[in-house]
T-cell receptor, first 112, second 114 residues
Framework: GNSVTQMEGPVTLSEEAFLTINCTYT??????LFWYVQYPGEGLQLLLK?????DKGSNKGFEATYRKETTSFHLEKGSVQVSDSAVYFC???????????FGKGTLLTVNP | EAGVTQFPSHSVIEKGQTVTLRCDPISGHDNLYWYRRVMGKEIKFLLH????????ESGMPNNRFLAERTGGTYSTLKVQPAELEDSGVYFCASSQDRGQKKQYFGPGTRLTVT
């Protein structure tokens, strides 16, 4: 079945540091890949997505590239802010399947 | 436009009691999903409604869980009787089109069973 493995947290960074959160997946066919973010006290929000190999999703300074050869979708941001502190979830949706399969989540704390 | 809302935000109950969680999807969204995150683990799919019909309940853990969506609007998820391992955060999501439109998530209900 489908599965997502993402970097265990927590991750603590200083403001303006570079962020990478690793995510790899196992899926049959050609899944769509997502990063969701949950800010404190809020619901999950879609941060970015990519639907086919070599696509790059980007939003709010975050980027992730769909790498089929390495089955990866690592999240990166060049300069994090305190307001980026949240839990980040990597997820996939396989083919025509509507179910989302999530990783365990990575708690990011950015200190001023 | 109002987002997905869930009630209550937090519930603490004793083992053996019953709890009912409610989800109000975005107006006009026919698809409604329940997910659960047990502490430190993945968010896992529980079930999917299209309007009032259950399309897929393959993720429901056992028969102590009952989901309904009468009239195709809001949904309830009842746990009866609750067990310690049911503790976690229960998320609801809704979408317009099955598999094609993004799922909008609610803030979740944190359930603690003591």
């Amino acid at each position: 079945g489908n599965s997502v493995t993402q970097m265990e947290g927590p991750v603590t960074l200083s403001e303006e540091a570079f962020l990478t959160i690793n995510c790899t997946y196992t899926a049959t066919g050609y899944p769509s890949l997502f990063w969701y973010v949950q800010y404190p006290g809020e619901g999950l929000q879609l941060l970015l997505k990519a639907t086919k190999a070599d696509d790059k999703g980007s939003n709010k300074g975050f980027e992730a590239t769909y790498r089929k050869e390495t089955t990866s979708f690592h999240l990166e941001k060049g300069s994090v802010q305190v307001s980026d502190s949240a839990v980040y979830f990597c997820a996939l949706r396989g083919g025509s399947n509507y179910k989302l399969t999530f990783g365990k989540g990575t708690l990011l704390t950015v200190n001023p | 436009e109002a987002g997905v809302t869930q009630f209550p935000s937090h519930s603490v109950i004793e083992k053996g009691q019953t709890v009912t969680l409610r989800c109000d999807p975005i107006s006009g969204h026919d698809n409604l999903y329940w997910y659960r995150r047990v502490m430190g683990k993945e968010i896992k799919f529980l079930l999917h409604f299209v309007k009032e019909s259950k399309q897929d309940e393959s993720g429901m853990p056992n028969n102590r869980f009952l989901a309904e969506r009468t009239g195709g609007t809001y949904s309830t998820l009842k746990v009866q009787p609750a067990e310690l391992e049911d503790s976690g955060v229960y998320f609801c999501a809704s979408s317009q089109d099955r598999g094609q439109k993004k799922q909008y998530f609610g803030p979740g209900t944190r359930l603690t069973v003591t």
